[in-house]
């Protein structure tokens, strides 16, 4: 049996029957890679094998017999160089996803330790290498052998692929260190639903924080939680009739009617989760929902349920006159249970980080309306709002504390935000969502616009950036990711999977998504340390980006992914370098 073999970077994407080229040329040509990293820092590359008769790969330890029968079996092993042993080295097998286009492609880390692969088929596995933080600089050398044997035989060395990495002498920032204001939507009722754990039970925290953790990595800011039942109405997932998704999220706040007619409240759930991400670290943001610009199809029977309440916020509780649930129908409950959700967020100290957040509002004169009556009921709450009608951007820049606008957005009224970004009394950040097709984090989206995100961030001086999908996953979402094509694109929803042990499984996607977040860290240490920085980092847009006029990206105008920025890794990996070089010269003055 004969096997291919080599190496790639991180950001490559393999596609089902793309066995021989990719964009850079032959996908097996490169058995040696160079790689550089900052201390407290990592690196990473991807290992492939394709074999011409079915066979088993495997990254552990673990003995290893397939029930297919007799067959070889190719085992990754990973080790450095004698005496550099403190480098942390890790191996997953990378699962693949069908894309809308009904074509495998590359995304999940796999826990599998092992994998079964037909043949003239190419497996990934991606290889990870973390950096202590008191590591020393300089070169290190490891190797990837890759060792066959089948059945009961002896393994025997098939090939040894090398890599030699880099350490400059700068230390990278913990993720709770980052200045980069990540926002990434939780849907914790998701999360419940596809571990089948009963909703805010002790089981759901446990298997959520492993999702806190891993947001928590990327640098995560914000506590998404919620105020109201389903604030999106689901998402309007009733629509899809062929491929039905429960994506309804519940409201964190347990209501009760006491006999004498008096409304008590529970708060504990959101507690729990709001404390549960300050202690990872994500704790500059408290993200309200349900609270204003609830997401209605009143044709469908999600509309309002309070007549006289301008918002069709849906408050349930359980009346302990008659054992019944029900939704508050008078705006005077409505208003009073806003009232004491605010004091709640007082009397523990919170306030100031909590922000009601309005998830693109339509009707400028209906968001005022509704705005103004928040305003009075909770004149401690600050808002933030994700906007994709430009025009509320003029019409809200004095009340609004955060603003969200989405990239088409951002380039229509590009020269009033930069105006201002030193005036508005919070935050100014950027998202994109099923819209703009490009740059965008879909399973069919090159890796490297995951990446780009962090970089273009730094170069539209922004804040931060947001987006809707952590976890929304569609009803099988590891069979099956391809849901409301083509208003969505397969991996809109998510960045992370479901495993069966209660883990969440991270994917290519969100590595590179943090890969750009902490590019954007080196560029703002750059800034805050050098006097000419901009001059320096004139270097670094050059070779990242085409065009260097935001306005260009605006989807209307129809441009390519190439026209507008670098799809060639090696750009990024320079850019890096360049980075990671002048702030050691910097720091080590």
Same mark, same amino acid.
């Given at each position: 049996m004969r096997f291919s073999y080599g190496l790639q970077d991180e950001s490559y994407k393999h596609i089902h029957g793309d066995r021989v080229y990719n964009a850079m040329g032959k996908i097996f040509e490169n058995t040696h890679i160079s790689l550089a990293a900052a201390k407290g820092d990592w690196a990473a590359f991807q290992v492939l094998v394709m074999g011409d008769d079915d066979f088993t790969l495997s990254v552990d330890k673990n003995p290893l017999f397939s029930p297919l029968g007799n067959l070889d079996n190719i085992r990754l092993e990973s080790s450095v160089e004698e005496g550099f042993e403190d480098l942390c080295l890790s191996m997953n097998i990378i699962g693949l996803v069908e894309d809308d286009d009904r074509l495998l492609k590359s995304d999940i880390l796999l826990h599998d330790g092992a994998v079964h692969v037909k043949r003239n088929e190419v497996q990934p596995v991606w290889v990870e290498i973390k950096v202590p933080q008191n590591a020393s600089p300089g070169s290190y050398k490891g190797q990837i052998r890759l060792l066959k044997h089948s059945m009961f035989s002896d393994e025997e060395l098939l090939v040894i692929l090398t890599f030699e990495l880099e350490v400059k002498d700068v230390t990278m920032p913990t993720p709770n260190e980052y200045v980069f204001h990540l926002d990434l939507w939780q849907h914790l009722s998701n999360i419940a639903r596809k571990h089948e754990v009963v909703l805010w039970s002790d089981r759901h925290f446990e298997v959520v924080e492993g999702y806190v953790k891993s947001l928590a990595d990327l640098g995560q800011k914000a506590v998404t939680v919620f105020a109201s039942e389903i604030p999106w109405s689901g998402q309007r997932c009733f629509d899809t009739v062929n491929y039905p998704s429960d994506l309804f999220e519940y409201s964190m706040i347990r209501v009760e009617k006491g006999i004498d007619g008096s409304f008590r409240?529970?708060?504990?759930?959101?507690? +729990?989760? *709001?404390? $549960?991400?300050?202690?990872?670290? *994500?704790?500059?943001? *408290? !993200?309200?929902?349900? @609270?204003?610009?609830?997401?209605?199809?009143?044709?469908?029977g999600y509309g309002g349920v309070a007549p006289s309440y301008p918002d069709a916020i %849906? *408050?349930?509780?359980?009346?302990?006159?008659?054992?019944?649930?029900?939704?508050?129908?008078?705006?005077?409950e409505i208003k009073d249970y806003i009232t004491a959700l605010e004091q709640y967020f007082i009397d523990k100290g919170w306030i100031d980080k909590v922000l009601v957040v309005a998830d693109e509002p339509a009707d400028v004169d209906l968001y005022r309306v509704r705005l103004n009556l928040l305003k009075e009921l909770a004149p401690s709450f600050k808002y933030k709002t994700a906007i994709n009608h430009v025009e509320f951007i003029d019409e809200f820049k004095d009340e609004i504390q955060d603003f969200v606008p989405v990239l088409p957005c951002i380039c229509e009224e590009w020269d009033l935000l930069n105006k201002m970004k030193d005036k508005i009394e919070g935050r100014l950040l950027w998202y994109v969502c099923c819209w703009p097709p490009i740059p965008n984090t879909f399973i069919s989206s090159p890796l490297l616009e995951?990446?780009?995100?962090?970089?273009?961030?730094?170069? $539209? &001086?922004?804040?931060?950036?947001? +987006? /809707?999908?952590?976890?929304?996953?569609? &009803? %099988?979402?590891?069979?099956? $990711?391809?849901?409301?094509?083509?208003? /969505?694109?397969?991996?809109?929803?998510? #960045?992370?999977?479901?495993?069966?042990?209660?883990?969440?499984? @991270?994917?290519?996607?969100?590595?590179?998504?943090? +890969?750009?977040?902490?590019?954007? &860290?080196?560029?703002? %240490?750059?800034?805050?340390?050098?006097?000419?920085? !901009?001059?320096?980092?004139? !270097?670094? /847009?050059?070779?990242?980006? %085409?065009?260097?006029?935001?306005?260009? #990206?605006?989807?209307?105008?129809?441009?390519?992914?190439?026209e507008l920025y670098s799809l060639d890794y090696k750009d990024y990996s320079d850019a890096k370098v360049l980075l990671l070089s002048e702030l050691e010269k910097l720091e080590n003055k």
């Open positions: 409240y529970d708060f504990s759930p959101m507690e +729990r989760y *709001i404390e $549960m991400c300050f202690k990872h670290g *994500i704790d500059k943001e *408290i !993200e309200v929902f349900g @609270l204003v610009n609830i997401w209605v199809s009143p044709e469908k %849906r *408050i349930r509780y359980y009346d302990h006159s008659d054992g019944c649930y029900k939704y508050m129908k008078s705006d005077l995951s990446r780009l995100i962090g970089l273009l961030t730094s170069y $539209m &001086e922004l804040d931060g950036f947001l +987006r /809707w999908n952590y976890t929304v996953w569609p &009803e %099988r979402p590891r069979e099956r $990711m391809s849901y409301k094509y083509p208003g /969505w694109k397969a991996g809109d929803t998510n #960045f992370v999977y479901p495993a069966n042990d209660g883990r969440p499984l @991270l994917t290519l996607r969100y590595k590179n998504l943090k +890969r750009g977040i902490e590019d954007f &860290e080196l560029i703002e %240490r750059l800034r805050a340390l050098h006097p000419n920085a !901009e001059t320096l980092l004139e !270097e670094v /847009w050059d070779k990242i980006l %085409r065009n260097k006029n935001i306005k260009d #990206f605006h989807v209307e105008l129809g441009k390519k992914p190439e």
